[in-house]
């Protein structure tokens, strides 16, 4: 491998002249946290060029029935697939390479000790190339996104493309900063009086080790790339492991970097994909193996808390959380409801941002000066996500079909619990999927003193409504909700400045990050690289935090060096 | 406590643009790691003004028996001190208050609405203010810290006076820089097409919480003042437990900084002393405590492992490391033994960076060129040792006393084990202090194959010296060493660049730092502040890691909160 390296030094290095402008790029957008996006979200043909679309539909189609033959990990022990279309509600039959969890782990040791080596910004040049060749496979990445969680075309091209690329990007340029903030060299010299001692000293950031990606079913790129890319640019090979429900769009993506990792002489191992045989699932096995040092994970609190909980291990988590819109004063009410209609609409809630509980005081909410009562506000909200879902030309697109039979489930179970149905779900026909598992959203009234009901994260279509005595209890809940089960967004809305400021205080005392007043086409759903820090650990939600300077400092060790230098 | 705040506003306005060159002038420190100090370690006349060594002597003197009255902690609910002078062995009968944990952990949460409020540079400049009047008291300070340690004078100055200020001012300014690293405000503007998407952000770093902060007995300011000012310059109140053994030096710097609190209107419980009652210590129920989220500890590997396990806590640790000398070859034999010899008796081998473990080859050491038996080198550090202990000039101030009486007994333990011994504790005397507690280093062969004879740290003035086949088995031993039972200090002595480059690789995985060759006035325990990182968290031995980034970031959250802004 070595002889392979200095072959490849040429190229390399020409590979970080070419992509530096984009790093140092990406680098001062961290800082200037305004929009900034290297890969455009809008799907058209004179940016992905004519046909593109088309081409990438039938990329999708031509893999369906077939082994995914593209990664470079040899000698596959087993072939496995269990993916499945909520858009079709039938299986996709391809099948990818397994590896036993030792077989993984001992490539990953040995091509530690490859990756390692290799300099911070030639780790972020090869990295930010292998996004470069991932922008050719947006289309073809969407599709396959579509069919295995079941968002809606345009959710699954930007979410699993361009905003993917994006936060991992961003995760790349955080990383390349935090390892060369520091001089590699200097010459330390300190005045004794007569003479001065001088001791040549040098740091290297030492990579912690081998690093374990565990993804979600809902966004099988946006929530693994930020982990997968922070412990590459940092010189950890990764392992990653899909949720054996939607393996594809992230299959392409780690094809990918596996290929420009072979163009330039180094192991592909570094970035290993390891699909759960159909009959046993390995992530534990592979979470506890203790050459794990990094692990990076997206799902349930139960699982997520056990992963934290294991020893020797540097863990970051994406885990459930509680939601809150908080309801005071608005200028237009039509605006604020149809606002959170789509917010709770937009993909079935199938998003870790997605509202839950909406709290509401007992006695309305002022608008430009008039009090709307309570009823009339919960009634304009249930009217305006009516409105939405039957609406032929928006509904279907904006829910997307259901990713697990379970969320379904859960919906419909609601009916036997404590609390009054507000709108239940009806009928959504898509009329490009007959077959697609579509559930529009609930709304149940509860009161802020049954806590128990809504004291958990209810994946999927559901709302909460709760009835509180003010908005000051409303804000007291939220922030307890926060706190004790962990919230990843929240809406508020006021015109009062001082209601305001105390909701920015107590939902900043409890970690949460707050949007307020949103109305027209920006929801309290949406993220920006660049820009949102999202979850960065203030509750127990979770500590993944991409991407701030935690999310990748975590992943190394700072080792210095020093011998007395000719004075 | 609003109205005082506002009283003070100019004040602190004005404090801010006193301490702002020194602040400045750190950050960039931190970022050039060349010789930076704002506090000279002389303690020179010139410097520190005549008389100030006596009156500081005068006021430490003036303190013994008596209540240390200092502290703006209000209603104290009991007095209680166990400090004894390793150079005298008898008490000091001072008496310090003591409170609740309920008590400080009360008067913790209500300071923490206020302090959490001060912006990031006004707190940094109250803390740079607080180092100034600790300043004043270097030489006080020095004498409590000789007769709690039993450090000689001159280390007793440096590590607790200006070392230590030098250290807090890292850790202010590492917070300070960490906190306006990102804009607080920022216009969001997203080109849409035919309008922009336009929204005001802003981003808050939200403090944790209340800090505990655990003194050890051997460097009860220059451990404990990293921990204390990164929790507080990060807006997070402190209670500190010092050990009970060494209270009166930091407690002497929390009343300065109490004082300074208080002259600008703040509360002083903001950095509260936590003394253990004479009959019940309350570190474990303090740190149990739900309200206590930042823990920085200081001492050893059992109870740190048990803070590192609780739960809900981030936790910065210095325990027990096994550190190693690695001797390969050299240009001058002699000039090793000697700067390796100071380095083992330097404060009795009580220092975290003392080296233990020395690999010697058994076919010896390459000294310019020729071979050195492995008997020789060893008899050359036996003689190292006894001259610079017996020579009346160097040894008693360079030895110091034995903080500790299990200290003493594991010295003479040792005589019982299976180690050879090559050097045996003498008597040495202190022509300042008869009855000073003194033991000189002792020096046990041990064979590479011996393990659990060199697999634990020896505190103390205890060296073992171990035969291995070659310098490749020197450092595998010295790696796993580190890996498994944690490093925070490597010394190598080699003149080959390649076995100089597999130590930096070898060492660096382990997480541990290197000193090269280091002959003359520089040892292998010293540690610079804005140079040298301090242990980093890459083995066991810890992670408090003062001061890199990951030693400040992780006491605060990042909050955003986004609004719509007119177009």
């Given at each position: 491998?070595?002889?392979?390296i ?7 290095e020409n ?5 530096r ?5 990406a680098v001062?957008?961290l800082?200037?946290?305004?929009f900034?996006?290297?890969?455009p979200?809008h799907?058209?043909?004179?940016i992905y060029?004519?046909?593109?679309d088309q ?8 893999q369906l029935?077939?082994?995914f033959?593209?990664?470079l990990?040899?000698?596959?022990e087993?072939w496995?697939?269990?993916?499945e279309?909520?858009y079709?509600q039938?299986?996709?039959n ?9 077989t993984?782990v ?9 990756w390692?080596?290799?300099?911070p910004?030639?780790r972020a040049?090869i990295l ?5 060749r991932?922008?050719?496979r947006?289309f073809e990445i969407?599709?396959a ?8 075309f345009?959710m699954s091209?930007?979410?699993?493309g361009?905003h993917?690329a994006d936060r991992a990007?961003?995760a790349?340029?955080?990383?390349y900063?935090e ?7 200097q010459v330390?010299?300190k005045p004794?009086?007569k003479f001065?001692?001088?001791?040549n000293k ?13 993804g979600c079913s809902t966004?099988p790129?946006?929530?693994t790339?930020p982990g997968?890319?922070a412990s590459?640019?940092?010189g950890?090979?990764v392992i990653?492991?899909?949720h ?6 992230i299959?392409i ?5 596996q290929?420009?990792l ?5 192991d592909?191992?570094?970035c290993?994909?390891a699909v ?6 390995i992530?534990k ?9 990094l692990i990076?994970?997206?799902g ?5 808390n056990?992963?934290?909980g294991l020893k ?6 994406e885990?459930?959380?509680v ?6 004063s608005a200028?237009?009410l ?9 917010s709770l609409?937009?993909?079935s809630g ?6 839950q509980?909406?709290?509401i005081p ?5 608008v ?15 009217e305006?996500v ?9 509904g279907?697109?904006v829910l997307?079909?259901?990713?697990n039979?379970?969320?379904?489930q859960r919906?419909?179970?609601?009916e036997n619990?404590n609390?009054?149905?507000v709108?239940?779900t009806?009928?959504?026909?898509n009329p490009?999927f007959?077959?697609?598992?579509i ?9 802020a ?8 994260e209810?994946f ?14 409303s804000i007291?809940?939220a922030?307890e909700?926060a706190?004790q089960h962990?919230?990843i ?11 305001k400021?105390?909701?920015?205080d107590?939902?900043g005392?409890?970690?949460?990050p707050?949007?307020f007043n949103?109305t027209?086409g920006?929801y309290v759903?949406?993220?920006a690289?660049?820009?949102d ?5 203030g509750n ?6 991409f991407t ?8 190394f060790t ?5 011998e007395p230098?000719?004075?």
């Amino acid at each position: 491998m070595k002889e392979a390296i200095s072959q490849n030094t040429k190229e390399l290095e020409n590979l970080t002249v070419q992509h530096r402008e984009t790093l140092n790029r990406a680098v001062q957008a961290l800082h200037e946290r305004t929009f900034f996006s290297q890969y455009p979200e809008h799907p058209s043909p004179a940016i992905y060029g004519e046909g593109a679309d088309q081409a990438g539909l039938e990329q999708y189609k031509g893999q369906l029935g077939k082994r995914f033959e593209e990664l470079l990990q040899e000698s596959p022990e087993g072939w496995a697939g269990q993916e499945e279309s909520p858009y079709e509600q039938e299986k996709l039959n391809i099948s990818y390479p397994t590896f036993s969890v030792e077989t993984l782990v001992a490539r990953g040791q040995k091509a530690f000790h490859v990756w390692r080596k290799v300099s911070p910004l030639e780790r972020a040049a090869i990295l930010v190339e292998s996004l470069e060749r991932m922008k050719g496979r947006f289309f073809e990445i969407a599709h396959a996104t579509m069919h295995t969680t079941g968002q809606a075309f345009l959710m699954s091209f930007q979410a699993s493309g361009p905003h993917a690329a994006d936060r991992a990007l961003e995760a790349i340029a955080a990383g390349y900063e935090e390892q060369t903030r520091f001089p590699e060299t200097q010459v330390w010299e300190k005045p004794m009086g007569k003479f001065n001692l001088k001791l040549n000293k040098s740091w290297k950031a030492v990579p912690k080790g081998l690093g374990l990606v565990v993804g979600c079913s809902t966004f099988p790129t946006w929530n693994t790339v930020p982990g997968m890319y922070a412990s590459l640019v940092t010189g950890n090979p990764v392992i990653v492991k899909p949720h054996p429900k939607g393996v594809l769009p992230i299959a392409i993506v780690i094809a990918e970097v596996q290929k420009v990792l072979a163009e330039y002489g180094l192991d592909p191992n570094i970035c290993q994909l390891a699909v759960d045989p159909d009959d046993k699932l390995i992530t534990k096995e592979l979470a506890e193996h203790e050459a794990i040092k990094l692990i990076d994970y997206t799902g349930g609190t139960a699982f997520g808390n056990y992963l934290e909980g294991l020893k020797g291990k540097t863990v970051f988590t994406e885990k459930a959380g509680v939601n809150s819109i908080i309801l005071d004063s608005a200028e237009d009410l039509d605006k604020v409801v149809q606002n959170l209609a789509f917010s709770l609409t937009l993909y079935s809630g199938q998003m870790c941002t997605a509202p839950q509980n909406f709290f509401i005081p007992a006695n309305g909410v002022t608008v430009a000066g008039e009090q709307v009562p309570y009823e009339e506000v919960v009634n304009k909200l249930a009217e305006a996500v009516k409105g939405l879902v039957n609406n032929p030309k928006a509904g279907p697109h904006v829910l997307g079909a259901i990713q697990n039979q379970l969320t379904q489930q859960r919906v419909k179970d609601l009916e036997n619990g404590n609390g009054r149905s507000v709108l239940t779900t009806c009928d959504v026909a898509n009329p490009a999927f007959a077959n697609a598992r579509i559930c529009s959203p609930v709304l149940y009234e509860v009161d802020a003193t049954e806590k128990e009901q809504y004291s958990q994260e209810l994946f999927g279509p559901i709302a909460l409504i709760i009835k509180t005595k003010d908005t000051a209890e409303s804000i007291h809940l939220a922030q307890e909700m926060a706190m004790q089960h962990g919230a990843i967004s929240c809406g508020a809305y006021t015109t009062d400045p001082a209601i305001k400021e105390e909701i920015m205080d107590q939902m900043g005392l409890a970690g949460t990050p707050v949007s307020f007043n949103l109305t027209g086409g920006i929801y309290v759903n949406q993220n920006a690289s660049f820009s949102d820090f999202h979850v960065t650990g203030g509750n127990p939600a979770g500590n993944a935090s991409f991407t701030n300077p935690e999310f990748v400092i975590k992943r190394f060790t700072w080792v210095g060096f020093r011998e007395p230098a000719a004075n």
